[in-house]
């Protein structure tokens, strides 16, 4: 009898749980791809709290959006519609007031929850509708910056800010009400504006500085050139093409960018690990459902692209985790094959709240596959389709099974693609044209005439043609951001006085009718730069007018690397100096943070290959006066660099050191701590010339170096020749390879032995 009632007991407190409406914390990411996280096996990933989710909770490893695009994705979870249901005919990226009149999270409050949302809103939304009147506490936060500026003055990451008002959202919870918040992450969103590696691309929380660091970061699985080589012409110049030179075009940009990309991701996880906490912190955590997912999935370089808009699935394949404490024995942990969509969550939320679903919820709720480890027949296939920016990315609507994957391009007159899932998974063969897919190829054309006919009918016809974003494989990347005029020159300073395309601390730069302004009071302790920040430069001719107060020291800097380790606004690498009243160092190339002066002015110098600075020649030295206007001129090709003010010249280096220079980076402008000072430029132009530069060499320039050394393996590395001597005379020479390889004389061979022990 004990035995029974402790039974009935637990199976009492077992269907309390059930009944007592869950709390439900929706944590949603921008861009994200994945296989970004370790529970989705990616080797270096640390990603430890989304990892114990996924471990305790269910993985879903077939999750996808119904349209791979920020917005459509959000308005899609908001109003349970597709796009082209949702949307207002004609102009489609609009929600129709219908649509967006009782959001899910109406639904919920009448069911008396309690909404809350922080982070990234970016629906579109009918004039006069207000997203606030929608939660019970509505929070926007945006990137652009990503770091915003507290009362107190320090910078806080938006993933930070946006987790702070989720836990002073739970810190205020009422002990008897159910309650639904929504935290929605600008990150992984690159900053789209500014492109500095590092810290433009994807900046990450502060905290994860260093991470990803040592790690060795493999190339994109598929970025064998044959396969953007595949891929129809319409494809090779859109946006996802144009934002691909923007990032991920060469090993350097990939890696920087991808390591960036890891820290973002690892800064998501680490502020999620602290909302778990205040969660347990309130006795909230062991009736609180906790969802992860993504807006759209991301091409990262694969097929060569950057972007989201495809059919391919690194397009429109996400992250989706689900965690339920309730859920218990062997359905814990586990990995569900099933297909789900985005358009899926709402039907989800409402059935776990106990909510009746609207008739007009398109998707499905897939409750029971989080509760239950029995195969369920969720669905056999799911819609997707893109229509937004129409007239940049081509839009295409299509039907994925499990087996086969059908898409048209419908403003490409319907051009077709047939992709067998199940033979070719990364869909690198086209079946669309091959005879023997014929059948499948109409069946799967049927089904989407039919979906796209259930989901509001056709696409209107496009008003426009579709805009060309890019050559497929332009001479500089650099072009593809920074279009020039037909003089070839982009000008880097725009009229009036807003500080577009430009990031530094509005305490030491302004801009006035055009002119870039720099001015310190004499209490600047470290260097500061205003970067550049709508594209990176390699090889360039850039003009400027420059202007410094008397006493003044500054400086161009060029192929240089934004450090937040040291600070937002510190820059290393490469420098053109402008100091006003000493003519020996005006115009010279310093390298800040690095190597330090390479070439003073008036030298012509070459820095061999393991860093040390030779003057082979030298030019006048004039003296510029301060307070005066000044042109100065960069022209860097390859590894060679050169100085000029007012068409004199004022510097000439070949930079031969392979662990020193850099080949590429950012554009920047110093002021210099110090004695106060004013510097001002204007009229900037830059003429960014062929990425594949050669780099030169001695032999190139018709010069001997002559270097009397005991380190052979650096003789080895660096010389054309290399010449034996003894007792001041010849005893051999030759090649470095006959000499180390076969050595003819014995003192040679003698002497070899023992320097190469």
Not at 170 to 185: C, H, L, V
Not at 592 to 616: A, N, Q, Y
Not at 685 to 690: D, E, G, V
């Amino acid at each position: 009898m004990k035995i029974l009632y402790l039974s009935f007991l637990f199976l009492s407190l077992f269907l309390t749980s059930w009944a007592k409406k869950p709390n439900i914390v929706f944590f949603f990411t921008d861009d994200q791809t994945s296989s970004a996280l370790g529970c989705y096996g990616h080797p270096l990933a640390k990603t430890p709290n989304i990892d114990r989710l996924a471990d305790e909770g269910t993985r879903f490893e077939n999750a996808f959006v119904s349209q791979s695009i920020c917005w459509v994705s959000r308005t899609t979870i908001l109003t349970g519609l597709t796009g082209r249901s949702y949307g207002v005919p004609g102009n489609h990226d609009m929600a129709k007031p219908e649509a967006v009149e009782k959001l899910y999270v109406d639904y919920l409050r009448d069911a008396g929850y309690r909404t809350g949302f922080a982070g990234k809103w970016h629906a579109k939304m009918p004039k006069g509708w207000k997203a606030q009147d929608h939660f019970d506490e509505f929070h926007p936060i945006g990137r652009n910056p990503f770091y915003k500026k507290q009362e107190d003055g320090t910078l806080r990451h938006e993933t930070e800010l946006i987790v702070d008002r989720g836990i002073e959202f739970i810190e205020n919870q009422p002990k008897d009400k159910p309650f639904a918040i929504n935290m929605w992450f600008n990150a992984c969103h690159a900053e789209d504006g500014d492109r500095r590696p590092g810290i433009g691309h994807f900046p990450w929380p502060r905290a994860m500085d260093g991470m990803y660091e040592e790690d060795e970061i493999s190339p994109p699985r598929l970025n064998d050139p044959e396969i953007f080589e595949k891929q129809p012409d319409f494809l090779k110049t859109t946006i996802n093409r144009e934002r691909f030179f923007w990032r991920w075009n060469t090993d350097e940009r990939y890696r920087t960018n991808m390591r960036a990309y890891l820290r973002m991701v690892s800064g998501i996880d680490n502020a999620i690990g602290r909302f778990l906490k205040a969660l347990e912190e309130q006795g909230l955590a062991e009736n609180t459902i906790i969802v992860y997912t993504a807006d759209n999935g991301y091409h990262m370089g694969n097929r060569g692209f950057a972007g989201k808009w495809s059919h391919y699935e690194e397009s429109l394949r996400v992250p989706m985790v689900v965690y339920d404490p309730r859920v218990k024995g062997k359905v814990r942990g586990q990995v569900r094959q099933e297909s789900v969509l985005n358009l899926d969550l709402p039907s989800t939320f409402l059935s776990w709240a106990g909510v009746k679903i609207p008739k007009r919820y398109q998707g499905k709720t897939f409750a029971k596959l989080i509760s239950e480890s029995n195969p369920s027949s969720l669905r056999k296939y799911t819609f997707h389709e893109h229509f937004a920016v129409r007239h940049r990315i081509p839009a295409f609507e299509g039907m994925r099974g499990e087996r086969f994957k059908y898409v048209r391009y419908v403003d490409e007159k319907n051009y077709e693609f047939l992709h067998d899932l199940k033979n070719d998974p990364d869909e690198l063969i086209n079946l669309a044209s091959n005879p023997k897919y014929t059948k499948t190829l109409k069946e799967m054309r049927g089904m989407t005439d039919q979906r796209v006919k259930e989901l509001g009918g056709p696409l209107s016809p496009m008003k426009e043609l579709l805009s060309k974003s890019t050559d497929p494989y332009p001479v500089s990347a650099a072009k593809v951001a920074n279009r020039p005029g037909e003089d070839g020159f982009a000008s880097l300073i725009t009229p009036g006085n807003r500080m577009r395309n430009w990031s530094g601390d509005s305490k030491y730069w302004s801009k006035k009718d055009g002119v870039l302004i720099g001015q310190t009071d004499g209490t600047l302790k470290m260097n500061h730069f205003i970067t550049w920040k709508a594209a990176t430069v390699r090889n360039f001719d850039l003009r400027v007018k420059v202007r410094v107060t008397e006493g003044g020291n500054s400086g161009i800097q060029y192929r240089g690397t934004s450090r937040p380790d040291i600070g937002l606004d510190v820059v290393t690498g490469y420098q053109c100096d402008v100091v006003a009243n000493q003519s020996k160092y005006n115009g010279m190339l310093y390298e800040e943070k690095g190597r330090r002066i390479l070439s003073h002015t008036g030298e012509k110098v070459i820095v061999d290959h393991d860093g040390k600075p030779w003057i082979v020649g030298t030019f006048s030295v004039k003296e510029f006066k301060p307070g005066e206007w000044h042109e100065y001129r960069v022209l860097v090709e390859g590894n060679r660099h050169r100085h000029w003010i007012d068409a004199h010249p004022t510097a000439d280096l070949i930079d031969l050191h392979k662990e020193g220079r850099t080949l590429e980076g950012v554009l920047a402008m110093q002021v210099h701590r110090g004695p106060s000072m004013t510097i001002e430029f204007k009229e900037m132009r830059i003429k960014h010339l062929r990425d594949d530069l050669p780099l030169l060499q001695l032999k190139d320039q018709g010069m001997t170096m002559v270097l009397a050394t005991h380190e052979m393996q650096f003789a080895r590395q660096a010389a054309d020749k290399i010449c034996f001597l003894k007792d001041g005379k010849v005893v051999e020479e030759g090649s470095p390879k006959q000499i180390f390889t076969d050595p003819k004389r014995v003192e040679t061979k003698a002497f070899l032995s023992r320097a190469l022990k």
